[in-house]
């Protein structure tokens, strides 16, 4: 089947009988942005593949339209990508005002890009390498009911490409769901004993109610089932209750279910099908996300492990409801961390902050919104850096000093998001100390973990046990880490930084 390809700049210049140069000079960018929307509305319902502006995402409701009625792609590319693109810089008006107003631009635009179902990385890549990317990855998440692309992200891997879903009540609809994925025998589900006594059973009753075998596979809740030990014991479990090649491995739980059944699924019968089903706030816009399994060793966490994208990704925030309050408060710590990522969502981090704290979760529109950002988020950076070598990368803001923390409290003392919290205040202070940050963004973050009833006493913390851990980050190369800095919400960079100036930094 093929559908009309159309110009939204062209179909402009046709609706106005003028170029967009013209437009520009005639009515300024407002009157251009007006018509753009105008011209934009009136294809909305017609079958065709657009190629919109940069900007047109930007202004007004486009975005939203835009996802309401089809499959919205952005094609990531670097500034420096994007500018030696371009063969007549006379025809774009918005590059007549010099590089850095270029740039600022650039960044602000790219939370907005984000927003797009489809992050595809271009960089490097010839026109028809994207093409059959995304013709793959549509081709990949084409079971998908439509319906669900309104609100959901992808992550873009050309045929290992997945959905990731996060809509209250899905759970119950899981069988139908997977029923619209590749046929396959059975399905197991692994979860834990915290898990599977509250949503086990109906897990498996609305899987057979698919039509799917359904198995249901407990371990021990805690970290401690990351262990080679328990790894081994659920290949054997998941073989002798008959799974084979093409059965499906379902991981219902936190991240520690999330990065073992992975690991599990990764290596059976050398691989089979992987579905996330993350029920904690952490799991549901992180872990399950990305590919990322494993389990630890007695050397540390998560060094035994493999890359191994899930099919899917499906979170039911009304699960959250079970949820301890002590998991709830931290997994905010990595939501106030992404809030900093992308500035957009930083104040919804803010508003979000009293409901964390509150004895009983209420599941509304803000939470499950925030739930949706954050995931759409580490979605688009896995698209773009699936195996960390750069971007990806930025997904440890808050965590240099945070491991430091955790692992001088002793594992098991603090959970490792409440360390992130007080990492993320470390971060700030680096920043400023640095001359690299903007305003208070120390007291805005501080206040914003305290609101959600997280320990932000740092300076309790940056004691001389915490300090010496700081020399054995894993991401270190030579006396330089790269440290994550922050200026403000939305605006992160690698800052190169001898471990002694950022011990200095930190006793002070
Ligand atoms: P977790 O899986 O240990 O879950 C936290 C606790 O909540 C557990 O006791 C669990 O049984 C319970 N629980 C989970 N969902 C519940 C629910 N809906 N109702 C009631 N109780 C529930 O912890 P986590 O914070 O989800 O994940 C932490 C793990 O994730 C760590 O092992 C970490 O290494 C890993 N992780 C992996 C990645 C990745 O990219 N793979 C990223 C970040 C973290
Ligand atoms: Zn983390």
């Known amino acids: 089947m093929s ?43 017609e079958e065709m593949v657009l190629a919109t502006g940069g900007g047109t995402p930007c202004f007004g409701d486009n975005m939203d339209k835009m996802r309401a009625h089809g499959m919205v792609v952005h094609l990531a590319t670097e500034l420096s990508t994007a500018l030696g693109r371009i ?6 008006p918005l590059l007549a005002q010099g590089e850095a ?29 994207v093409a059959a990317a995304i013709e793959s990855g549509l081709l990949a998440t084409g079971w998908m009911p439509e319906f669900l692309w309104s609100h959901s992200s992808a992550v873009s891997l050309g045929e290992r490409s997945y959905p990731v879903v996060c809509e209250s009540g899905i759970f119950d609809s899981l069988g139908a769901l997977l ?17 599977g006594p509250l949503y086990g059973a109906r897990c498996i009753e609305i899987l057979e109610g698919g039509g799917f075998r359904a198995s249901l596979h407990q371990i021990a809740a805690g970290e401690g089932s990351k262990s080679i030990d328990v790894f081994s014991s659920l290949c054997d479990e998941l073989i002798v209750a008959g799974l084979d090649r093409k059965s499906t491995v379902l991981a219902l739980g936190g991240g520690v279910v999330g990065d073992l059944a992975g690991f599990v699924a990764a290596s059976l019968y050398r691989g089979v099908r992987v579905v996330q089903v993350p029920t904690t706030i952490l799991a549901m816009t992180d872990s399950a996300i990305g590919g990322k399994t494993g389990i630890n060793t007695s050397h540390g ?47 919804d981090i803010e508003a979000l902050a009293p409901k964390i704290a509150a004895s009983e979760l209420a599941v509304d529109d803000l939470l499950v919104s925030v739930i949706r950002r954050c995931a759409a988020v580490k979605a688009a950076i896995v698209s773009a ?29 603090l959970l490792h998001g409440e360390a992130v919290g007080l990492g993320l205040i470390a971060a700030c202070r680096v920043s400023r100390e640095l001359g690299l940050s903007q305003g208070d963004l120390e007291a805005r973050v501080g206040a914003v973990l305290q609101t959600a009833g997280l320990d932000t006493d740092l300076e309790a913390w940056l004691r001389d046990d915490v300090l010496a851990r700081i020399c054995v980050d894993k991401k270190r190369t030579g006396r330089h880490l790269n440290f994550i800095t922050v200026k403000s919400p939305g605006q992160v960079a690698l800052t190169p930084l001898d471990v002694d100036e950022l011990k200095r930094i930190l006793s002070r």
């Open 87 to 92: 063969e007549d810089p006379s025809t774009r």
């Open 179 to 195: 029923g619209g994925l590749p046929p396959e025998s059975s399905i197991a589900v692994i979860t834990d004993d915290n898990v």
């Open 101 to 129: 107003e270029v740039k600022k631009l650039y960044d602000s635009r790219q939370p907005i890009y984000r927003r797009a179902q489809w992050n595809v990385a271009t960089d490097g890549k010839a026109p028809e390498e």
């Open 385 to 413: 850096d699936e195996r960390e070598s750069g971007l990806r990368a930025t997904l440890n803001l808050g965590h240099t000093v945070g491991h430091a923390i955790e692992a001088a409290a002793g594992y098991g003392t």
């Open 301 to 347: 966490k998560n060094l035994v492990g493999a890359f191994w994208q899930p099919s899917a990704v499906f979170a039911d925030p009304m699960l959250l409801q079970t949820l301890p309050l002590r998991e709830r408060r931290a997994a905010f710590g990595e939501l106030v961390k992404y809030g900093l990522l992308d500035g957009t969502i930083f104040p």
């Open 3 to 45: 559908v009309s390809q159309r110009d939204l700049d062209a179909e402009i210049e046709a609706r106005e009988g003028m170029t967009i140069a013209e437009i520009f000079a005639r009515s300024g960018e407002d009157g251009f942005r007006k018509v753009e929307s105008e011209t934009l509305a009136s294809l909305m319902n």
